[in-house]
T-cell receptor, first 109, second 114 residues
Framework: GNSVTQMEGPVTLSEEAFLTINCTYT??????LFWYVQYPGEGLQLLLK?????DKGSNKGFEATYRKETTSFHLEKGSVQVSDSAVYFC????????FGTGTRLQVTL | DAGVIQSPRHEVTEMGQEVTLRCKPI?????LFWYRQTMMRGLELLIY????????DSGMPEDRFSAKMPNASFSTLKIQPSEPRDSAVYFC????????????FGPGTRLTVT
């Protein structure tokens, strides 16, 4: 089956700092890759996705590139805001999504 | 669009009682997923349906758990009898179909078993 390794959180950053959340995966077959975000008290929402190697997914200033050779899908944002504070989940998908443990991001003023 | 609807939002029950969680997927979505989220285990897929048919229930923890989808607009997850270790947030999600499609999550049901 698939598996995901995400960096341990919490990640604490000051507003306008650069963000990287690492994600590596193992999968049978050729997965699509997703980042979901969970704001406090809510369900998960799709943040971005990439369906094939070298694709870059982007949304709301976040980006991630599908790196098949390193089986990675690292999430980046150039300048975080307080409103980005949430838990971020990396998830490869073949027949079904497999979620990582999530990385909590806390952005302070 | 109302999104995925789950009820109740919070449930507190005593050990040994039956618990039923309900989900209404987004209209027109053919796939439905039940997840459980805990601090210890993260987000786990319990079971998913496609066109009302269970496709994979390998994540259902044990026989105390059962799920049904009698029609395209309704699904239930039942725990009988409930135990304290079942305490978690249970999410329902739906997608257009199985494949490279976004899953839309409901707000979750927070279950506490005392």
């Amino acid at each position: 089956g698939n598996s995901v390794t995400q960096m341990e959180g919490p990640v604490t950053l000051s507003e306008e700092a650069f963000l990287t959340i690492n994600c590596t995966y193992t999968a049978t077959g050729y997965p699509s890759l997703f980042w979901y975000v969970q704001y406090p008290g809510e369900g998960l929402q799709l943040l971005l996705k990439a369906t094939k190697a070298d694709d870059k997914g982007s949304n709301k200033g976040f980006e991630a590139t599908y790196r098949k050779e390193t089986t990675s899908f690292h999430l980046e944002k150039g300048s975080v805001q307080v409103s980005d504070s949430a838990v971020y989940f990396c998830a490869p998908k073949t027949s079904k999504l497999t979620f990582g443990t999530g990385t909590r991001l806390q952005v302070t003023l | 669009d109302a999104g995925v609807i789950q009820s109740p939002r919070h449930e507190v029950t005593e050990m040994g009682q039956e618990v039923t969680l309900r989900c209404k997927p987004i209209s027109g979505h053919n796939s439905l997923f039940w997840y459980r989220q805990t601090m210890m285990r993260g987000l786990e897929l319990l079971i998913y349906f496609n066109n009302n048919v269970p496709i994979d229930d390998s994540g259902m923890p044990e026989d105390r758990f059962s799920a049904k989808m009698p029609n395209a607009s309704f699904s239930t997850l039942k725990i009988q009898p409930s135990e304290p270790r079942d305490s978690a947030v249970y999410f329902c999600a739906s997608s257009l179909t199985i494949g490279v499609y976004e899953q839309y999550f409901g707000p979750g049901t927070r279950l506490t078993v005392t």
